[in-house]
């Protein structure tokens, strides 16, 4: 057949799975045989993604002037990513449809009425998409409780590049400003409670006073955080930082990384710390059982996390080696682009659904 013709679409912001998930299919997918356009909804975090990928892009302002677009621009095969592109999939009709579940429901909507609200979205959605893509076995399961039919569900577990050159150790810690001996766990997350850094920041209680605790994101719950971290007494022990493009280089160089999470449909931080032989402690819930090959997985909660540190400080040689090996084996971009781009040709040369 002639090479499929898609087109991404995508409406979140610049910092998560989901953005750093397109930025990969942006460069993988050509290198499949593909033909890839994007359509960046507000706040158009696709925007730079894209050009930086050298795939043509186009704006769009909100769900309405969307469908319009993919009307009026046929593509082999509209991707959508997230609720509100595939509302504005759903408006368009295109004659094929792929979408990609990033996240459990529980995790996108705390609040009762709007997770009822997206959950009558995705009864409307999943009778009309033609092949939803699930990046682990926990989201495909949450689909499937939805209504997805499990004949037009795939399983792809994301990928990661291959691990940046770590700093080192000694400005890891003079970025954080902790003591050059310091042992250093490292989160990187956005700061919602969802993602449990409460927990990790609470986990300092429970170890030595040479263990600290360094954070990269941004989110609502800082303030809350910085407070809680003086409450226990471990404010000088805790960094609190903005997400920056280098936070790979940084977790290369800490002890231990933690994946705290109360809900999680995957991990990206997890399987980047074990590209770079960092152990890993997480919580076991979600997609992190799956994420999570090469390291410890236990309760969220803050001793359990704590014991996990220590355990993992002690068999960091071992657990490094696993983790290494079990992102060589699951998790590289090759895997990711090619499993993607078989699901994207099998829809693409499918008979299309009547809309």
Not at 70 to 87: I, K, N, T, W, Y
Not at 144 to 163: F, Q
Not at 262 to 279: I, M
Not at 294 to 317: Q, S
Request: with cysteine; hydrophobic share 50%; charged share 25%.
């Amino acid at each position: 057949m002639a090479t499929p013709r898609v087109v991404e679409v995508y409406g979140g912001g610049g910092v998560g799975g989901a953005i750093r998930h397109l930025a990969l299919l942006l460069e993988r997918l050509p290198e499949e045989g593909l033909s890839v356009e994007a359509l960046s909804m507000p706040p158009h975090a696709l925007v730079p993604v894209a050009k930086a990928a050298g795939v043509p892009v186009s704006e769009v302002a909100d769900i309405a002037a969307a469908a319009r677009w993919l009307q009026e621009h046929p593509f082999d095969v509209v991707h959508s990513h997230g609720l509100r592109p595939a509302l504005a999939a759903l408006r368009a009709r295109p004659a094929r449809w792929v979408r990609t579940a990033h996240s459990l429901l529980g995790s996108d909507y705390s609040d009762p009425l709007r997770q009822a609200a997206a959950r009558l979205s995705e009864g409307r959605l999943v009778r009309r998409v033609d092949m939803t893509i699930a990046i682990s076995q926990a989201v495909a399961a949450d689909r499937l409780k939805m209504g997805t039919d499990p004949n037009r569900l795939r399983v792809v577990w994301n990928g990661v590049e291959p691990a940046a050159t770590a700093i080192a150790r000694s400005e890891l810690c003079r970025l954080a400003g902790f003591p050059a001996a310091a042992r250093v766990a490292m989160v990187v997350s956005r700061l919602e409670r969802v993602k449990g850094v409460d927990l990790a920041v609470a986990m300092l209680s429970h170890l030595g006073p040479e263990w600290h605790l360094l954070v990269r994101g941004q989110g609502r719950e800082e303030a809350a955080l910085r407070a809680e971290a003086t409450r226990l007494g471990v404010a000088e022990r805790v960094a609190l930082l903005p997400y920056e493009q280098e936070v790979r280089r940084e977790m290369g160089a800490a002890d231990v990384v933690v994946v705290p999470s109360r809900q999680d449909g995957f991990s990206l931080v997890a399987v980047e710390a074990q590209a770079a032989s960092v152990p890993v402690v997480a919580a076991a819930v979600g997609g992190l059982t799956e994420a999570v090959v090469g390291g410890l997985l236990v309760a969220p909660e803050a001793g359990a996390l704590a014991a996990g540190v220590r355990e993992a400080y002690a068999r960091r040689k071992e657990l490094g080696e696993r983790g290494r090996e079990a992102y060589q084996r699951h998790f590289t971009t090759q895997r990711f682009g090619q499993e993607t781009a078989a699901v994207l040709r099998e829809v693409a040369a499918g008979p299309g659904r009547p809309r």
